[in-house]
Every structure is written in C-alpha cells, then in structure tokens.
C-alpha cells in the first residue's frame, strides 16, 4: 500500500502563527516596561527641538526645513524628524502625551525589525541556530527593547532622533535581507529607508557599509560576490550619502566638528573611556546618568586607552576569521564610530541615547553565547533578563517624570558636571526655591569659572531673593564674559533699579532694545523708570510701544493708565484700567487703580466695587480698607466704612490718619442711630 503524507499546509500556519505570538508579546513587554513614561516632561534638548521651536507649528513650506540653514539645535538639518514633531504638534501642541507615544511606537517597531532581522539571519544560518530561530530572535528583541539603558533614546523625547534613525537603519538592512531571494521591490525600497535615515540624523551615515558586511557574511561569502551580484544596490546605498553631505553643511552649528575648542586628538582619547563605558553599560546599566556633561571621561588614562584598542582589534580578528559572531562585534563598533572617533561632538562627548543600536550588537552575542552554553537552561536565564531589564526599566522612568527629578538625579551621579547643577538651579528657581537654586548656581560656577549663562541665570536668582546687589556683580560678569541679549540687559536693568543706580539702569534697558526691539518687558520697565524720573510722556511712548507688540499686556496697560491720570487724561485711564482688569481678573493693583479714578470722578458705586475686589484678592491690603472706608462713608454707609477702619487699625495699630477719621465717623454713626429710634 502506498501510503502518502498530507502536504505540511499547517506548519506554515504554525509558523506565521508563532510569528505573530511573538510579536504580540514582545509589544506586550514593550508596553509593560514603558507605561509610566508617559508623565515625562520636556527636559534639555527638548526645548531647542520642541518648545521653544516656531517652526514645528506649521506644516510648511517643507523645503527651507531641509535647508542647511535648519531650525533649532536638537533638529537642526534633520528634515525627517523635524517632521514627526510637526505632525506631533498638530495632535497635541505642547501636551507631552503624543510626544511619548510616537517615541514608543517607534522603539516598538524598532523592536519587531530586530526580531525580523535576527529570524531570518539564523534562518539562513540553518542547523540548530535555524531550529531555534523564533525564540533566540524574540528573546534578543525582547532585552534589546526593554534594556533599561534605551530610556535614553525612548523617555527622553528629543532623543527620538536615534531612535527613528534606528528603525530606518533596522529597516533598510530588513529590505535587504527580504531582498536577496524576495520581489525586486524590496532592495529599492531599502535605498528609500536608508534615504529617510540619513535625513533624520547622522549615524545613518555606517547603514550602507554595515549591509556591505551583512552580504558578505551571511549572504554571498566573499567581497567578491557580494559587489558582482549587487553593485547596483550598493552604488544606489551609498548615492544616499550625497544628500547626508548637503544636509551636514554647517554641522558646528550644532556642536559637532572641528574648531569648537576641542582638538581630534583630545576627543579621541575621551572616546577610549566613553566607548569602554557603554560597553561596561550593555551588560551592567548602572549608574544610567542622562547627562554626562561636556568633561565626561576628559581625564583618559592609558588603560582605556589599550583596552579599546583590544576590544577592536579582537572585534576585526573576529570578524576576519569568525565572520558569524564577528559581524555582531563589529556592528558595535562601526554604529559607534561616528560619534565615538575622531569627529569631536563638543558639548556631549557621552550620551546613551548612541547606544540604541550598538546595543543589539551585544545582545545577539550574549543570547547566542548563553544558549550555546546552558542549551535548554538558558530559557530560564534569559526570561529572568528580560523581566529583571524591565524591572529596571520602569524604575528609571520614574527618574524621568519631571525635569526636577532628572536633574536631581543626574547631579547625585554626576556631582562634578556643572551643565547639570545648572539645570538643576533652574528647576528650582521655577519654583521658588531660590535658596537652593542659587547653591548650585554657585556649584556649577565653581566648576566652569568663566561658564557667562550660568553668571546670568545666579544673577536672576540673586535678585528674586532680594539681593541686588550681589546681582548686578553677576549679571556685570556676565557680560564681561561675552553673553549679551536683551533678557541679560532687562534683568540687568531690574537690578540697577534697585540699589538706586537709575541711569545705568536706562542705558541697559535701552541697549536690550537694541538688540531686541520688539520685546514689550524691556520697553514697558524702561517706560516705569522715566516715570519714576518725572518723564511722563516718553513713558507713555514706552507703555504704547509695549502694547502694540503685546496687546494682552495687563501691566503695560496699568502703567499706561498712571501716566493718563497724571496728564488729566482720565477717560483714557479708566480705559486702560478696564482693559487691564479685563485681561487679567486677579490684577489687585488694576482694581485698586481703578477704582481711586472713579472714586476721583464721583462713581462710587463702582469705586467701592473695585477696593473689595481688591480685598478679595489682598484681604490685609490697608489702602484698600482706608480708600473702601472713604467710599462708604461718601454714600452714607457709616457702619460699613467704620468697620474698614476698624480693620486698618487692627492691621497697623496706631494708624493716626485711621484714628482721626473714626474719631469724625463715630459721632455720626451715633447720631444715625438716634434717629433710626
């Protein structure tokens, strides 16, 4: 009898089955070690790329954001990008949530195309590894997506710029390797990603070399093959660099390259002990600092030196006669190379967001090496590695939830980085914690002496706790040092004020201008000092100009009311009072004004509405119980203005002026009440 089998329909299904399966879980985990990154505000780069980035509030015209010129610092000349945060900011403008969520969307694809890509590299492989292919792909995808080191990349926002570029590096080697035996379509659509990377950041510029190296190890065999059967492939990859080249014009603008101050030597040499330490980070995540600062690793001493001499020379040796594992040691290493060289990146020589990518390096070995050592064990271990990642990785996004905590953080790991004391003062200042605020100010100077901004922002700290004069020694060192804008000049001027040096106070008020025309705080304290000094009408041309660039501008409006008073003009104060009560309901100096015109001009009724608002707002406000109290007294409420009176005496005992007037008011409120018998 001859007995055949049924065809092996199922097992395809199976297997796409199981395909799937592992896909769900590992978005699952993906999911599970990053849901309380949502709350994460923006910090550090975040505001050159987003906050304080105009041109991410519309969506063209798209050319003049390919340009070199480019937009702010984080997203300068990164095209690709750039546009992720336009279309995150037509969603949800400045509320973070979408920020995060298309972060994690992208980390999440990110982790699938790993998955892809190491399945059907140990497919091809065949034998045991190709057996065991899905698992070994979804354990490797799993660590790499939920190593804790990848909140860098994924919490951080403005950090996206890796990421992204990971998924286009990932998917560009994927399309490749579909390619080899698949539809034609997929080799150009992988010059396409590989296109897309190199216009969303830098590191892309390795994706070419790295898919050279992937043909030749796994694929063809030889350098040989690999170039005579895809040339075309190739010469198309690398055509990609030409628009990399246009879109790195003016690359220092940014902080990268030569003639920043720091020599290739120098940086070289910071880089044996950066790279030494991301690989120390791979296997050990601990301390994670967000911000290494511009000295990270500055002191190298000749162990780094030859130990990452070892590391490459064993990575080259290994790739040479182990081309298999070598080719994962290399990916580390060439991934890296762009910023870990000779190309200085002047003000962050060590950021983990660059460990994304060399990071699946790592991992592939370190699975492969585990399995091949435990055989069966190794489930166990490698499951506890993803849960124990995980683990991790929750805890540091918590470090993340505002940029007080990141900041706090990153100073307690990094004491000695002055950009983080900086940044921490900052935080604190924001809330009103200048006691401390100026403590790491004064940190952060002792440790960059000669740092203008930090100057700037001690000064500003200084004369919001009531020290102006320590203040002005500040902000003049500032500008000594060589940093000169208009909010420098304007809190300059604030200071001046204070201790009394008025006419030095104009000069840097009217020198903001200069650089700042447009700026309505400058024009409307310039406005307040020339009505100090009795110049009236140039004060009103000041208050003017600060209400056309701000028409919403309560304060300029109050001022522009005293000097209407002043002139008599008292229609145009009352309208300017209004407009500022308007604008701005809990403005207790604009009701108190407001209310003395009317009180002036017979109304009030209205005058007496104004003084309790007032007191609504300022209950111990004893001008406004006094001028309440003249009010009432006017519209023959007796008791009600002996009452306010009452209330200023209690709040200043001994009021003479209070005194007098109950001493007129008693004897009437006795006589009203003789009559009402």
């Not at 509030?57 to 937009?71: C, E, K, L, M």
């Not at 399995?371 to 918590?398: D, M």
Request: glycine fraction near 10%.
């Amino acid at each position: 009898m001859n007995i055949r089998n049924a065809p092996a329909k199922t097992s395809f299904a199976v297997s796409r089955g199981a395909v799937f399966l592992a896909g769900g879980l590992l978005v699952l985990a993906v999911l599970v070690a990053y849901h309380n990154s949502f709350s994460g505000q923006f910090v550090l780069d975040d505001g050159d790329a987003i906050t304080e980035n105009q041109t991410i509030r519309h969506f063209g015209p798209i050319w003049p954001v390919q340009s070199p010129v480019g937009a702010g610092g984080a997203i300068s000349n990164r095209p690709v990008l750039h546009f992720s945060y336009v279309l995150n900011y037509a969603i949800s403008g400045l509320d973070v949530w979408s920020y995060h969520a298309v972060n994690l969307a992208v980390h999440i694809l990110g982790g699938l195309l790993l998955f892809g890509v190491v399945r059907r590299t140990l497919l091809r492989l065949g034998g045991s590894l190709g057996a065991e292919a899905l698992p070994l792909a979804l354990m490797t995808a799993l660590i790499w997506t939920v190593h804790p080191v990848q909140t860098g990349s994924v919490t951080y926002i403005s950090q996206r710029a890796e990421s992204l570029m990971g998924v286009w590096y990932l998917l560009t080697l994927y399309c490749f390797i579909r390619g080899v035996n698949g539809s034609c379509w997929w080799h150009p659509l992988a010059v396409f990603t590989c296109l897309l990377g190199m216009a969303t950041k830098e590191a892309m510029v390795t994706a070419p070399l790295v898919v050279l190296f992937y043909d030749r190890v796994f694929v063809a065999g030889s350098w040989r093959e690999a170039w005579r059967q895809r040339w075309r492939v190739y010469l198309a990859l690398m055509a990609t660099w030409l628009l990399l080249a246009y879109l790195m014009i003016g690359l220092t603008a940014r902080g990268a390259g030569y003639g920043l101050g720091v020599t290739w030597w120098g940086y070289a040499l910071t880089e044996c002990w950066v790279v030494v330490h991301y690989l120390k980070l791979t296997l050990w995540p601990h301390p994670l600092i967000f911000d290494y600062g511009p000295q990270a690793g500055s002191a190298t001493g000749a162990l780094y030196v030859v130990a990452l001499v070892l590391l490459v020379v064993m990575a080259l040796l290994g790739f040479l006669w182990r081309p298999r594992p070598g080719f994962a040691g290399l990916w580390f290493f060439v991934i890296l190379a762009p910023t870990s060289s000779v190309v200085p990146v002047a003000f962050e020589p060590m950021g983990e967001n660059r460990l994304y990518l060399p990071l699946a390096g790592v991992v592939v070995l370190a699975v492969l090496c585990l399995h091949a050592l435990l055989g069966k064990r190794s489930w166990f271990v490698l499951g506890a590695l993803v849960v124990g990642c995980g683990f991790l990785t929750v805890r540091r996004n918590e470090d993340y939830r505002s940029a007080l905590s990141i900041w706090t953080d990153t100073v307690a790991k990094q004491p000695d980085n002055a950009r983080a004391h900086n940044n921490l003062g900052y935080e604190l200042y924001k809330l009103g914690r200048l006691t401390e605020a100026i403590g790491h100010y004064q940190e952060a100077l002792r440790l960059e002496p000669n740092d203008a901004s930090e100057h700037d922002n001690l000064a500003t700290a200084l004369f919001q706790a009531g020290q102006p004069s320590e203040a002005v020694r500040e902000f003049d060192q500032a500008l000594q040092l060589g940093f000169d804008d208009a909010g420098l000049r304007n809190n300059f001027g604030l200071a001046l004020v204070q201790v009394g040096r008025i006419e030095e106070a104009i000069e840097q008020y009217e020198a903001a201008l200069r650089l700042d025309a447009n700026n309505a705080a400058v024009h409307n304290n310039l406005g307040n000092v020339l009505l100090q000094m009795g110049r009236g009408p140039e004060a009103g041309r000041q208050f003017e100009a600060a209400l056309r660039i701000d028409p919403h501008y309560a304060e300029a409006y109050v001022n522009l009311g005293t000097v209407s008073a002043q002139n008599g003009q008292m229609d145009k104060a009352v309208q300017c009072f209004r407009e500022a009560v308007r604008l701005k309901p809990d403005y207790a100096d604009a009701h108190f004004n407001l209310g003395i015109i009317l009180f002036n001009l017979g109304q009030m009724d209205e005058a007496i509405g104004q003084y309790q608002e007032v007191l609504r707002l300022k209950p111990d406000d004893i001008q406004a119980h006094s001028y309440l109290g003249e009010a009432l007294a006017k519209v023959g409420r007796i008791q009600e203005a002996i009452g306010q009176f009452e209330e200023v005496l209690r709040l200043k005992p001994g009021d003479t002026a209070a005194l007098e007037v109950l001493g007129k008011l008693r004897p009437i409120e006795s006589t009203s009440a003789g009559l009402s018998r």
